[in-house]
């Protein structure tokens, strides 16, 4: 079975994405790279987080390498980039990236994703905000991407129907080298600030938002890959305190991450976070599909029936 990794290995998301491979690789490795009596093998394509090399190394692992299924890619940008590639082509796809669009608005066949959507998580951050920690006024900053485009709307939607108000927004590129002129813009007439990063920008946001003597001023919340767990490693006590939500954490008690985060952090030196706990999920989902196919997975529609159908306890449960 020939399984390609759509991810990122440089730039601004290259945590997310190094850790993505790790993850795989050991989903993989744990079952002797055997899945339905067929050895697998993996080919992985770094996309650097650019959109149009997410469709060339799209291209090249379904003409070149003539991979059966992908998982990936990172960011729901690229996704977005090779949507009609996908349909076109008919590549099963198992995503990581959350790009809302892609499972609701104009769902593609042949995309699933066991992760969530971008602002799923920031739904329940925007609910708890208003009502348990009481919030009325808040801003939100978010990478000029699809995802933090899509996180923030979801968080903003939840929060003012619950009573709340966004009075500020603020979208810097997601390879902006200085958060300075962020900070200074900033409302000061706010209860909290909600971050909709990904990578490791968020870390970097908030140890500007230290020096800059804004600690302990305002709230600070986050969506689900704001301070990754990955990212953790790199972080003081300035992440003391700080919320997040997300649909996985490395310290969930349940049978498969009992054993998953454990090995991870033996092999890696640091916690699993959002991004390796979502290959590994792909991974189980991707056995789970195989095996009611005696890993027949050249057969797309019977393959993509049995994506669908799958049923299986994950690192982040059911």
Known sequence: IRLGLLTVKTGPLASGGIDMEKALVMYLRERNNTLAGRKVELFVADTGGVPATARTKMQELVEKDKVHAVTGPLAAFEALAIDDYIRAQQVPTMSVAAAE?????????????????????AHGMADYCAKTLKYK?????ADDIAYGHEMVAGFQRVFEEAGGKVVQKLFP???????GTYLAQMNPKIDAIFLGFAGSNGFRWLRQFNEYGLKGKLGVVGGMTALDESVLRNM??????????????????????????PAFRAENKYDPGFYAAATYTNGAVFQAAVEPVKGKVEDKPAFMKALRATKVDACRGP
């Open 236 to 261: 003081g006590d300035e992440a003391l305190g700080i919320l997040t939500a997300c649909w996985d954490s490395a310290e969930i008690d349940n049978p498969v991450n009992r054993k998953f985060a």
């Open 173 to 179: 590129p997601l390879t902006v080298p200085d958060y």
């Open 137 to 141: 006024r808040m801003a939100v900053i």
């Open 101 to 121: 669009d892609l499972t609701q608005r104009k769902p593609n066949p042949w995309f699933v994703r066991a992760t969530s959507t971008s602002s799923q998580s």
